[in-house]
């Protein structure tokens, strides 16, 4: 098995600063995006924002690992998506449906950028959401959740961990896969963000990954990227350590596996197709 952790491309957005306060990716080759001088993009990210965002990630591609700060940040999927070029699936880990549809014209938010995705992105061709709770699902309008696998979070107190990762296993392959994680759907004990937080633990979710990298293993599926947020608010009180302990395994996993291999390759993906 190759070890790519001294190829794939690690990125981190800069919004907050609260990525001072981990280790996981010192020592290793990181590129930063500052962003915290950029107005407009606490949970809302206006038009002039996204622009200045997009110029700030211009050189960079989709197939990488975006460190993307707290949930407020999520919408930076949406931006990162837009780099996707050919028909593709999204896996998403999150605590919330993330489909709230716009209160407000022109304004991309943390809680409707999937919703905005499916709107506007025809080559998405797929979301697997795991995570949300069933009340929150059922206020998705019925024509976006046509396009949406859902396991709910009532459901993934009932199974076991080999039956969500067969479910996500199930799920993904048949169009490259992007994958966007939100540590909101980790419990407490492995993860402190400033959303309110599910109960998956954080060997689900590594399990339900490793599923993936089994589809990754036989050439079923192919990982376009992947985004990671979820950190504490660094305004207050939070315990960064344990964020940080979650982003060194989910970045070990993706280094050190073949699905690094998969994202290594598609770091050099054009940009465009969707908006």
């Given amino acids: 098995?190759?070890?790519?952790?001294?190829?794939?491309?690690?990125?981190?957005?800069?919004?907050?600063g609260i990525y001072e306060d981990q280790q996981f990716w010192r020592g290793k080759e990181v590129s930063r995006v500052e962003a915290r001088d950029i107005?407009?993009?606490?949970?809302?990210c206006d038009e002039d924002a996204m622009n200045a965002i997009r110029s700030r990630i211009a050189p960079y591609s989709s197939g990488e690992i975006h460190f993307i700060d707290s949930g407020n940040y999520h919408y930076m999927t949406r931006i990162w998506l837009e780099k996707i070029s050919e028909p593709f699936e999204l896996l998403v880990f999150d605590n919330h449906t993330d489909m709230q549809p716009p209160a407000f014209g022109g304004l991309l938010s943390c809680g409707g950028w999937i919703y905005d995705s499916i709107m506007e992105m025809p080559l998405l061709k797929k979301v697997i959401l795991i995570g949300p709770d069933e009340e929150a699902f059922s206020r998705v309008e019925p024509e976006f959740k046509e396009k949406v696998e859902f396991l709910s979070r009532e459901?993934?107190?009932?199974?076991?961990?080999?039956e969500v990762s067969a479910f996500v296993k199930n799920q993904v392959g048949e169009y490259p896969l992007y994958i966007s994680i939100d540590k909101d759907v980790l419990c407490e004990t492995d993860a402190d963000t400033n959303w309110s937080q599910?109960?998956?633990?954080?060997s689900t979710m590594l399990e339900c990954l490793g599923a993936v990298k089994e589809k990754c293993a036989e050439r079923i599926s192919r990982i376009?990227?992947?985004?990671?947020?979820?950190?504490?608010?660094?305004?207050?009180?939070g315990n960064s350590a344990l964020n940080d302990m979650a982003n060194a395994a989910l970045l070990e996993f993706f280094t050190s596996t073949d699905v690094g291999e998969d994202i290594e390759e598609n770091k050099n993906g054009t940009t465009g197709g969707n908006g």
């Fill in 1 to 16: 098995m190759k070890n790519t952790d001294k190829n794939i491309k690690i990125l981190m957005m800069d919004f907050s």
């Fill in 39 to 44: 107005p407009g993009t606490n949970c809302y």
């Fill in 155 to 162: 459901r993934l107190l009932e199974m076991e961990e080999t």
């Fill in 198 to 202: 599910g109960d998956m633990r954080l």
């Fill in 224 to 237: 376009l990227g992947v985004d990671i947020c979820g950190e504490c608010d660094v305004t207050e009180p």
